[in-house]
Every structure is written in structure tokens, then in C-alpha cells.
T-cell receptor, first 114, second 110 residues
Framework: DTGVSQNPRHKITKRGQNVTFRCDPI?????LYWYRQTLGQGPEFLTY????????KSRLLSDRFSAERPKGSFSTLEIQRTEQGDSAMYLCASSALGVAYGYTFGSGTRLTVV | GIQVEQSPPDLILQEGANSTLRCNFS?????LQWFHQNPWGQLINLFY???GTKQNGRLSATTVATERYSLLYISSSQTTDSGVYFCAVAYGGSQGNLIFGKGTKLSVKP
């Protein structure tokens, strides 16, 4: 297993465009998390899935953000009508069932909105 | 919501020195993890430790849940230990929403 994989690594988009990121978790992990990190800050929770069910979503997440995890495998995070404030590192993590396990993070997708 | 405070915010060490990083939290937690973010941005899980003590090589961590703090010990520091150390907690009914502190930025000089 090669860990949590995120694609693309970098994305530059014009304001108003839609973008989609992909996360492939560790295969035996059934929990998947999305976080966002801006420069100098700790990661901020966006949403998480257990298998295909989206169990929790941040109140900070606007309606322009949506995430899916079809069939409980990979996940996608879509941002519609991007704004400059969406520029950040988007991180995906996965963990095994049960809270007694730490999270494994991917390398992230860096989004720049120009 | 819960507050997570880490100290010190910045730390500079000579290679070989020991250090203690602290994480205070304002409510009971059901999940506490320590992470290291290296200079290239990769977040590495160091410990899952909502209570008790764990050790992994030169690193160890202790969480005193009743007093709402956790400590991360780094012994015989190496330049590769440089980066930002984050404490993150989950509380209440949440199992997926980790709240991160602002981190301790560690620089180890050769």
C-alpha cells in the first residue's frame, strides 16, 4: 500500500471556475476525511465519510463545496464558482474504523485561485 | 467550541538537545493526536493518545485527560525533527472533526 494519494498536486484556476480534487485512501481504511490548510495555520476540518456515508460536515463549508465517496472507495471534493479565498492546501486523510487509530494524511492538493 | 492551545509557538534547538511541547485543551476529548508537518508540508501522525503514555523511539507523549493537557517529548533532537508539531483533538459526539492547535514550529540547528 502506498498510502493516501491525492490528485492533482497543484491546481491553478480562474475565479468563478469549478474544480474537483480526488483522494484515494489506504485500501483497508473505511474512514476518509477532508481538511483545508492555509499558510501558517493548522488544518481545518471540512467533512468526513465512513464508507460511502457522509457523517459530518463543517458548518464553515459553504454550499459551493460538495464531497462524495461512491462505493466507499475514493472520494472527490468539488468547489463550484471558486473565489480567491478558496486558495489553500486541501488535505485528505484516512483511518481504520474505530477512533483508536491515527489518521494518515495525503500530500495534499494546493489550489490557487487567480 | 473547544480551545486547543500549544506552547511554545516557536522553538530553536541545537542538535542533540531535548524538548517538551505542550498542548492544553478546554474540554474533555475522545481523540487526541500529535502530528509532525515536515518542511515539505507532509503531515505525519506521531501518536494517537487520548490518555496515558506512549513511546516511539526518541519521541514520547503523555496525556493527562483529567487535567486537560498533553505533552510531547523529543529527545536527542536531529535536524530532521524540524517542522511544525500539531496537537489535534476531537470532543463530544464528533469522531471525525479533529480540531487542530496552531502548532509549535521547531528548528533544530546542526
Amino acid at each position: 500500500d502506498t498510502g493516501v494519494s491525492q490528485n492533482p498536486r497543484h491546481k491553478i484556476t480562474k475565479r468563478g471556475q469549478n474544480v474537483t480534487f480526488r483522494c484515494d485512501p489506504i485500501s483497508e481504511h473505511n474512514r476518509l476525511y477532508w481538511y483545508r490548510q492555509t499558510l501558517g495555520q493548522g488544518p481545518e476540518f471540512l467533512t468526513y465519510f465512513q464508507n460511502e456515508a457522509q457523517l459530518e460536515k463543517s458548518r464553515l463549508l459553504s454550499d459551493r463545496f460538495s464531497a462524495e465517496r461512491p462505493k466507499g472507495s475514493f472520494s472527490t471534493l468539488e468547489i463550484q464558482r471558486t473565489e480567491q479565498g478558496d486558495s489553500a492546501m486541501y488535505l485528505c486523510a484516512s483511518s481504520a474504523l474505530g477512533v483508536a487509530y491515527g489518521y494518515t494524511f495525503g500530500s495534499g492538493t494546493r489550489l490557487t485561485v487567480v | 467550541g473547544i480551545q486547543v492551545e500549544q506552547s511554545p509557538p516557536d522553538l530553536i534547538l541545537q542538535e542533540g538537545a531535548n524538548s517538551t511541547l505542550r498542548c492544553n485543551f478546554s474540554d474533555s476529548v475522545n481523540n487526541l493526536q500529535w502530528f509532525h508537518q515536515n518542511p515539505w508540508g507532509q503531515l505525519i501522525n506521531l501518536f494517537y493518545i487520548p490518555s496515558g503514555t506512549k513511546q516511539n523511539g526518541r519521541l514520547s507523549a503523555t496525556t493527562v485527560a483529567t487535567e486537560r493537557y498533553s505533552l510531547l517529548y523529543i529527545s536527542s533532537s536531529q535536524t530532521t525533527d524540524s517542522g511544525v508539531y500539531f496537537c489535534a483533538v476531537a470532543y463530544g459526539g464528533s469522531q471525525g472533526n479533529l480540531i487542530f492547535g496552531k502548532g509549535t514550529k521547531l528548528s533544530v540547528k546542526p
